[in-house]
């Protein structure tokens, strides 16, 4: 992957970091009207039960498909586990910004 195709990513990532906290709540899309440290409660909450989906996509796959849902839920299961956790670390990181920089915002 060339310098040119990571660009768009950091450049979001960057975007996220920065505005997403200065963003009234009600106009923030990927968090909620959530703010602050409702926000880290839920992020941690989401990062804390993320490896339970593993456990719930096995066992579902298990009934489905018998053996080889062993398999196939422990993939599933994983992905779903992973993107949980990424939601809960970026609900971390926006409300512990949103706490930081409440005192320079005139939110309503």
Same mark, same amino acid.
């Given at each position: 992957m060339t310098m040119n195709n990571r660009m768009p990513a950091v450049l979001t990532i960057v975007w996220l970091a920065l505005a997403a906290p200065a963003l009234h709540a009600a106009e923030r899309p990927i968090v909620g009207s959530e703010s602050g440290d409702r926000l880290v409660a839920e992020g941690v +909450? $989401? #990062?804390v039960t993320s490896? &339970? *989906? !593993? +456990? =719930? =996509? !096995? &066992? %579902?796959?298990? @009934?489905?498909? /018998? +053996?080889g849902g062993l398999i196939t839920g422990s993939? @599933? &299961?994983? +992905?779903?586990? #992973? /993107? *949980?956790a990424a939601r809960g670390g970026f609900r971390m990181a %926006? &409300? !512990?910004? $949103?706490v930081l920089t409440m005192p320079f915002r005139d939110d309503e």
């Open positions: +909450v $989401d #990062a490896p &339970g *989906q !593993i +456990v =719930e =996509e !096995i &066992g %579902v796959d298990a @009934r489905n498909f /018998g +053996v993939v @599933r &299961g994983g +992905v779903k586990a #992973a /993107g *949980q %926006v &409300g !512990i910004l $949103d």
